[in-house]
């Protein structure tokens, strides 16, 4: 089965609005942590923001905010007011304490932004 | 700050040659990784490496070996590279913790013609 689901192949946002990406996962561990990626064109791996299982706040880091729902099993990353740099695809990834060596990776979403 | 190095960037391979990736991260982590990224696939896990002296097969282990030949450095090889081999491959190191995030090196393009 699949531990981390991402529905949107592609986006497209204009330049300042806000925008939602989704991510859900599978996990039957209670502890976990939720990881979002920025891969931009040039191909680097970016990390952009965390949040844990008992985190009781969603994290947030300058425009990104992650939506954590736990008894839904979602994680989406909300970028606000995005920016021509924000083009890129976002990868969403979990880390099981249980296992914690292992990071599963959904198959990414790609975020255009309009001018 | 290097942080995760890994050569070469871009090689090209026949079928039926072998080659290895070279990794090495500077920040004393105790895990490193090998992913394989093909559009549409995401990241796949070849294989993984708690600490210095142990090795585990990750989602994708076949035609792939690995070495970790002390904290530094982790190594992929291709001992009979496949056109279906041909992806960029992800070196990544993290901390052994539920929280630490996974460090990525810029990334290795193989072609296997």
């Known amino acids: 089965a699949q531990k981390i689901t991402q529905t949107q192949p592609g986006m497209f946002v204009q330049e300042k609005e806000a925008v939602t990406l989704d991510c859900t996962y599978d996990?039957?561990?209670?502890?976990?942590?939720l990881f979002w990626y920025k891969q931009p064109s040039s191909g680097e791996m970016i990390f952009l923001i965390y949040?844990?299982?008992?985190?009781?706040q969603n994290a947030t880091e300058g425009r990104y905010s992650l939506n954590f729902q736990k008894a839904r099993k979602s994680a989406n990353l909300v970028i606000s007011a995005s920016q021509l740099g924000d083009s890129a695809m976002y990868f969403c990834a979990m880390r099981e304490l249980y296992n914690f060596n292992k990071f599963y990776f959904g198959s990414g979403t790609k975020l255009n932004v309009k001018p | 700050n290097a942080g995760v190095t890994q050569t070469p960037k871009f090689q090209v391979l026949k079928t039926g040659q072998s080659m290895t990736l070279q990794c090495a991260q500077d920040m004393n982590h105790n895990s490193m990784y090998w992913y394989r990224q093909d559009p549409g696939m995401g990241l796949r896990l070849i294989y993984y490496s708690a600490s210095e002296g142990t090795t585990d097969k990750g989602e994708v282990p076949n035609g792939y070996n690995v070495s970790r030949l002390n904290k530094r450095e982790f190594s992929l090889r291709l001992e009979s590279a496949a056109p279906s081999q041909t992806s960029v491959y992800f070196c990544?190191?993290?901390?052994?913790?539920?929280?630490?995030?996974?460090?990525f090196g810029e990334g290795s393009r193989l072609t296997v013609l």
């Open positions: 996990t039957s561990d209670q502890s976990y942590g």
């Open positions: 990544a190191s993290s901390e052994g913790l539920a929280a630490g995030e996974l460090f």
């Open positions: 949040q844990g299982s008992y985190d009781e």
